[in-house]
């Protein structure tokens, strides 16, 4: 069992989802993250060993190496990608309770912000760190975000923006969320946030990278 979760590990850092993937090269013809996950529970290894002992440090690693610009965006798309091939057979264990996920995730671009691309690799990232995600998509605004906190009390919010013009909004959501639900850990994030803005709208939490993101969500886990 060890040497597939190994495999698992080194099929999501290299980005290798399934066999038919032509990526990365020294991986062709082989299994790749769905089949090895599946072999895994085929036989017997637990959705919860799966998670915790492959998927889990796999993309600690990438992002670790993200953080520290030894890959870049595309490779890091492609590990969240295989992951997410491997998760496909543990969600619905998830999904049926039968194995619990370290907590909820609500994530969205900001009201007046199309862009996406960071919002989906945190939100995959998270996913991979153990973490229930509901993406909200872009362009969301505040009511949206208070109706999932209402669905989700105890729902950590993510809140993405990449253009400095919706940056005030962002603001707004901060406050209309915190008005109404003022437990509500709110971590923002997006190439014109910094850690000063983040204290002055009121949120709890700046990262500049996805794996901070991983990281202050699962020290939540750890003291709740």
Known sequence: MKELLEKLIEAVELGKVDKKSPYPPQLKDQDGAFEIAKNALDQGCKPEEILENALIPAMANVGNRFSRKEIYVPQMLMSAK???GAMIHLKPFFQSGETKRKGTFVIGTVSGDLHDIGKNL???MVEGGGWEVIDLGVDVGPDKFIKAVEE?????????ALLTTTMENMNKIVTDIKTKHSGTKILIGGAPVTHEF???IGADFYSPDPQGAVNYLKQLATDR
Do not use: E, H, N, Q
Request: aromatic share 0%; hydrophobic share 50%; charged share 20%.
């Open 122 to 124: 945190v939100a995959m």
């Open 82 to 84: 295989a992951m997410s």
């Open 152 to 160: 989700k009390p105890d729902a950590v919010i993510g809140l993405s």
């Open 198 to 200: 983040c204290k002055k």
